[in-house]
Structures are given as C-alpha cells and as structure tokens.
C-alpha cells in the first residue's frame, strides 16, 4: 500500500457550480485527505521494508513497482497471479474494531492459491477502499499483511489507498490483494496425477476466510454477540476466535514441491471438499476422501448445531478442518517431511478412477 488517496481516481468531482459556493471549496472539506494518505504510507513504510526479497527494485511510494525475475534466481520462469478478498469476515473485523489479523487472510487467500500451481509468491500489491481513511486502522490492517507477506518469503511491493466518500459507511473499509509468483517451466502443478495417489491434508486453523455470510447468520440465531465467550473456545471471545486468520502453507508447501514430491495441491476455500478438489484432477479421476480420517475443529461442531447447519452444508461451505489437501504418489516421504517441521498432517484419501470429481466414503460427523 504506497500511494495516497488520488483526486483524479478515487474522489467524487465536485459539482460544476462547487466553484460558485462562497469561500471556495477544498478537497479536504469534500471529505478526503492527501495528508492522511502521507501518514499511513509514513506508518507502513517499516513494516513493508521486512518483506524485501532477492529481486525486488526500488522501494514504497512510485507509480509502479519493479521485480527482476534473473535476481531471483529463474531461468525459464512462467509467470502465476492471482487476486481475492476476504469477504464478509470483513463486518467482523470493523465491527468489533479488531482489524490486526484481517491482512493476514488477505495474503493467504492469494498466496495459497499460487502454490497450489508450484509457484513460489514472489511479491503482493493490497486495495484499501473506505470513506473516511482512519490512518491508525488502516495501519493495522497493513501490518498484518505485512507480516504475513513476510511468513511467506513475498515482497509487499505496493498498493493503493482510495478514500471515497459517500461510498462507504462510517468506519466500514474494502479490502483486495494481488500476488504475482513464478515457477519454472518444467515444475509447473498439477502433474502425472494417477489412480492409486494418496490424498495428504494439512489442517485448518479454524474457518477461514469463506462461508463467513453463513456464520454471521448463525451468530444472530444463536443469540450471542460478538464479545461473549465462544462455546466452541470459552478462553476468546466469540470475535476473537472467528476472526483467527487463515493458515499460510507457502513453506511446508514449497519445500514438498522442491523435493518433487507433489503431483498436485488443492486449496481449500469457498465450496469446500466437493468443490476445490475436483480443479486439480484429469477427466476420469475421483478423488475419494474418508471421513473420520482427520480431526474436525469445535468451531464447526459449533456451526453445525447452532445453526443447524446439515452435514452436507456444512461440507460444502465450509473447509471443515482441511485447508491443503496435497496429491502425491510418495505418501510415506510426505509424512515424514512434515513430521520435520513439526506440521499436522492427516492421510485422508486417495485418487481413484471415476467421473464423479469428489466422493466421500462414510459421513461426516459434527459433535
């Protein structure tokens, strides 16, 4: 996030008679202001600075940024991007003022989307929209993608600030990321997928950040507000806990490719399951996943009955406990690197041939 807010870009035009109204009439009484846009570039500029990486040129505050892909060490490199939001997750964060970790999802939801092709992120540009720019909060939300970035080796190269009044309530911002990574040619995923290869998933830190239009539904059956104790984590309050950010698997994942042992990963997201499995897989394979197999968080135990949310909603908005799910025919090798690292990972299925895309053998059971 580099630049101020843009008068010719971001900003209502004043009417054609605004030059007629006595006194004159100023941009900063149109409800934007240039000085605060300075101050939170001022106030980012730090944490910006730890995201630099092998291939980065020049720094924060020009009209474009620049990465030098021979610096980082490619070849043949090809070129992945990607852009998400974080959704509704993001009422929780402004209505509770806890606006700390809601970058972090916003990195997530995009870097996890470019491992999923092999690709290492290599730099993230963020949108922050809102109608009256609050520098301290905007700083926090910065900070958290900043961090995140950093936990993912990913340059925070950029961005844009838009303050545009009357386009968004009091308080309320907007929040899209933009990830650039690359992958040699050759090392490109999915690949050689096959009948017979094992389904490895690496666990969810709870929701995410999909379905979150769903749990603010459940929230107001259940009759509890934001700042009472969660039933399914009573140490947080309900806020707390739903606002815990999306998993970064950049490492564990990158470090699994680099040793070839990925033929394909899914990232988890909006459709569960049932919908971001099958984008991996060939015409004719079914991956067969079965329940049981790993550990589903209280958090969705909690949704399920307080909704109630039946199984086989559940299973297909929400990620239920899976964030990655990786393809791979050296399952033994997978397990073992992770165990490593000190990563949970869970053996939930494996490839079979078939139409269907996803099957789940048994049910799916909420406590």
């Excluded at 291939?55 to 009209?63: E, I, Q, R, T």
Aim: hydrophobic share 45%; charged share 15%; proline share 6%.
């Amino acid at each position: 996030m580099t630049t101020p807010p843009k008068p010719d870009k971001h900003a209502p035009a004043p009417h054609d008679d605004a030059a007629a109204i006595k006194g004159g009439i100023s941009y900063d009484a149109a409800g934007v202001s240039i000085e605060a846009g300075d101050a939170l570039v001022d106030a980012i500029k730090p944490a910006a600075g730890q995201t630099h990486r092998a291939g980065v040129l020049g720094g924060l505050g020009g009209f474009g940024a620049l990465f030098d892909l021979k610096a980082a060490g490619y070849r043949d490199p090809v070129l992945v991007s990607c852009t998400d939001g974080v959704g509704t997750k993001l009422m929780l964060a402004i209505e509770t003022g806890q606006h700390d970790t809601i970058g972090i999802d916003l990195v997530a939801m995009c870097v996890n989307d470019l491992i999923v092709q092999g690709a290492q992120p290599l730099f993230f540009l963020d949108y922050f929209a809102t109608g009256k720019l609050d520098v301290a909060d905007a700083a926090r939300v910065v900070k958290g993608i900043a961090e995140a970035c950093r936990q993912s080796g990913c340059a925070l190269v950029g961005g844009e600030t838009a303050e545009m009044p009357g386009m968004y309530a009091a308080g309320h911002y907007d929040l899209a990321g933009f990830s650039v990574g690359a992958a040699e040619r050759d090392t490109l995923l999915p690949r050689d997928i096959h009948a017979g290869d094992t389904l490895i998933a690496l666990p969810s830190s709870g929701v995410h950040s999909n379905g979150f239009s769903l749990v603010r539904q459940v929230v107001t059956r259940s009759g509890l507000g934001w700042h009472d104790p969660a039933p399914f984590a009573p140490s947080l309050s309900l806020a707390e806990a739903l606002l815990t950010p999306t998993s970064l698997y950049v490492r564990d994942v990158m470090a699994l490719h680099a040793k070839g042992l990925l033929n394909a990963c899914a990232h988890i997201t909006g459709g569960g399951l049932p919908g971001n499995l099958p984008r991996v897989l060939l015409k004719g394979l079914t991956a067969e996943v079965t329940a049981g197999r790993w550990p589903v968080p209280p958090v969705f135990n909690w949704l399920a009955k307080a909704g109630p949310v039946a199984p086989e909603e559940m299973l297909k908005v929400f990620n239920c406990g899976i964030g990655m799910v990786l393809v791979t025919s050296r399952p033994d090798d997978v397990l073992s690197a992770l165990q490593e690292t000190g990563t949970e990972a869970y053996e939930i299925g494996r490839i079979i041939e078939g139409q269907a895309g996803f099957s789940l053998k048994g049910e799916l059971v909420f406590g």
